[in-house]
């Protein structure tokens, strides 16, 4: 994390809610899609949308990219792409409660990775947030008993490698021109998914496109990739990776409230009171932090 001072540092955050809900809207856009074409073309198209959105604005920075940029970038890719495509097998061999929860698990990744590579023990409010998180979870997935398949390892590796991308783009994203590395990233995804694709037979485009498919394509493209993947690339740097997964874990929050204006379903209780504690685990440190100050300014005065 670069050093910031605290109104640097609420805008980042601010700006990585808006990730999450970029993340969070492509859910219910992409499930009508995915119900007609298979799921790999889908993100394949995706990807390669986004990329050929990003190639106007980053075309010049392209052909006179260093190559520590373009390595960080293909490394980042891999990483986020592999992320991916964990979760798409997984989630074919397990059941989408599991994956929902299963997943969420990259905040218990970010917590200790985060804590080995300072040399440090979490703290208590580290703690407590991450314990919020998984228990809004849990109840968001619905999760009664939890029997570990192959689909669940699969899930699990997929937290995990999305835990080891956070922490890369927190060292190396503010060494190289963020547009740049985004696209790059992009475009690293487009290729595995293009690889995936070519290694199950399917087909790389639709013989015929609806307006579910284009729909989704766009939104997923300019919101969920293009703005979201880049804000990611910015401004994650100006916080800790901790918060950072804490705020990115209001996807599944997001993503039931878009549902319910998009596909017009409705909120469960234990919807509605796992996105309640998701939101605690995200606002208890800053809470915490908050009431230490005071205590030790009042203790000092007296």
Request: hydrophobic share 55%; glycine share 8%.
């Amino acid at each position: 994390m670069e050093k910031v001072n605290a109104r640097q540092r609420w805008l980042a955050e601010g700006l990585l809610v808006c990730v999450a809900a970029g993340w969070g809207i492509g859910f219910p856009v992409m499930k009508s899609a995915v119900d007609v074409y298979p799921v790999l073309m889908v993100l394949f198209l995706r990807f390669l949308l986004s990329t050929l959105l990003m190639l106007p604005l980053t075309g010049k920075k392209l052909l006179r990219v260093q190559r520590s940029t373009l390595m960080t970038g293909v490394l980042l890719g891999t990483l986020l792409g592999a992320t991916y495509l964990l979760l798409i097998f997984g989630l074919q061999q397990t059941s989408a409660a599991s994956t929902g929860f299963l997943a969420g698990l990259n905040v218990i990744w970010v917590l200790l990775l985060a804590a080995l590579l300072a040399g440090r023990f979490p703290g208590a409010d580290a703690w407590l947030a991450t314990g919020c998180a998984l228990l809004g979870l849990a109840l968001m997935s619905d999760i009664s008993s939890l029997q570990l398949r192959q689909g669940d390892l699969l899930v699990i590796a997929g937290s995990f490698f999305s835990a080891l991308h956070i922490l890369a783009l927190d060292r190396w994203s503010g060494r190289h021109d963020t547009l740049t590395l985004t696209v790059i990233q992009i475009a690293t995804m487009t290729v595995m998914m293009l690889l995936a694709l070519l290694g199950t037979g399917q087909p790389l485009f639709p013989d015929h496109v609806d307006t579910s498919l284009l729909t989704a394509l766009l939104i997923t493209a300019v919101f969920s990739t293009v703005f979201a993947f880049w804000v990611q690339t910015h401004y994650q740097r100006f916080t800790t990776p901790t918060r950072a997964i804490l705020i990115y874990n209001l996807d599944p929050v997001f993503s039931a409230l878009f549902a319910v204006w998009l596909l017009h379903e409705t909120l469960s209780d234990n919807v509605v009171t796992g996105g309640a504690f998701i939101l605690l685990g995200m606002c208890l440190p800053g809470v915490l932090s908050t009431f230490v100050q005071r205590y030790r300014v009042r203790k000092v005065a007296n």
